[in-house]
């Protein structure tokens, strides 16, 4: 049976490796992992394809939908700028310690590489996640308590 440590270890390769998928199996035991395409690009563009046909008809309409789409994308080019510390179980968020703890991190705060950000609980054990970058907590994407899946942005960074 593989350690704790060891699952991290290989999430960890696994998501900077091009493998998509990953299968383990030992005396009994196995892991499989794989890897979530990203989606926001798709999502992205069925929004844009919504929006047109709407903003179409009215000549009046469609022009104001073009500066609003621009101004969009330097938004979405900023966020792209930004660390993204992504859970590596799936498992359950927690914003403290405790529920009488004060926050681990809070909206810009300054982290350090080995600053502890928060908790993810699986399976019993509570697994601390550090900000594994030095920067400034942007924003917090997952709620106290929330499910995380293996790979979801918890926190944005700015390095």
């Known amino acids: 049976m593989l ?11 696994i998501d900077q490796s091009n493998i998509d998928e990953f299968s383990y199996e030992y005396e009994g ?17 069925v929004v844009e394809q919504v929006a047109q046909p709407v903003a179409a008809p009215p000549v009046q309409q469609a022009a104001p939908a073009t500066p609003a789409q621009a101004v969009q994308a ?17 498992g359950t968020f927690y914003s403290a310690s405790s529920p009488d703890a004060p926050l681990y991190v809070n909206v810009g705060d300054k982290v350090k590489a080995d600053t502890v950000v928060c908790i993810v609980e699986a399976m019993k054990l509570f697994n601390e996640i550090e900000a594994e970058v030095t920067g400034e907590v ?22």
């Open 138 to 159: 942007v924003e917090i994407l997952v709620e106290n308590g929330q499910l995380v899946e293996y790979g979801q942005p918890l926190f944005l960074v700015k390095a």
């Open 74 to 90: 330097p938004a979405e080019t900023a966020q792209d700028n930004l660390h993204k510390i992504t859970s590596p179980m799936v």
């Open 3 to 13: 350690k704790v440590q060891e699952i991290r270890e290989l999430i960890k390769l």
């Open 29 to 45: 035991s196995k892991i499989k992992m794989k890897k979530h395409k990203e989606a926001a690009p798709q999502a992205v563009s």
